[in-house]
């Protein structure tokens, strides 16, 4: 059985940091797209940042950019979104996603087929 495992999320206050932390069992994303996106209140799931299984490149959403890394170790089989300089509009439930039907980076939320059960950020302004 697959599981995706958050953790990391919690409060923090505007233009501070977390790390999310996903570690994935049951099989291994080493050549696929793995990724995050999150759903604030009242608002649709959005992409975030994610990294190509081939590639290992890392791409994210303008919002994010220049403020949240995302990282991969294939060995572990886990992958981490720094998340710097926070927003109130960053608050949101945040989800780590993997797919195995995609490998140069997609932001597709239907490329995914694993999903985490999603970890909450909160910044306070």
């Known amino acids: 059985q697959v599981q995706l495992v958050e953790s990391g999320g919690g409060l923090v206050q505007a233009g501070g940091s977390l790390r999310l932390n996903c570690a994935a069992s049951?099989?291994?994303?080493?050549?696929?797209?793995m990724g995050w996106f999150r759903q604030a209140p009242g608002k649709e799931r959005e992409f975030v940042a994610g990294?190509?299984?081939?590639?290992?490149?890392?791409y994210s959403a303008d919002s994010v950019k220049g403020r949240f890394t995302i990282s991969r170790d294939n060995a572990k089989n886990t992958v981490a979104l720094q998340m710097n300089s926070l927003k109130a509009e960053d608050t949101a439930v945040y989800y780590c996603?993997?797919?195995?039907?995609?490998?140069?980076?997609?932001?597709?939320?239907?490329?995914?087929?694993?999903w985490g059960q999603g970890t909450q950020v909160t910044v306070s302004s």
């Open positions: 049951g099989r291994t994303f080493s050549s696929f797209d």
């Open positions: 990294t190509g299984g081939l590639t290992y490149s890392a």
């Open positions: 996603a993997a797919s195995t039907k995609t490998r140069y980076g997609s932001r597709r939320q239907s490329d995914f087929d694993y």
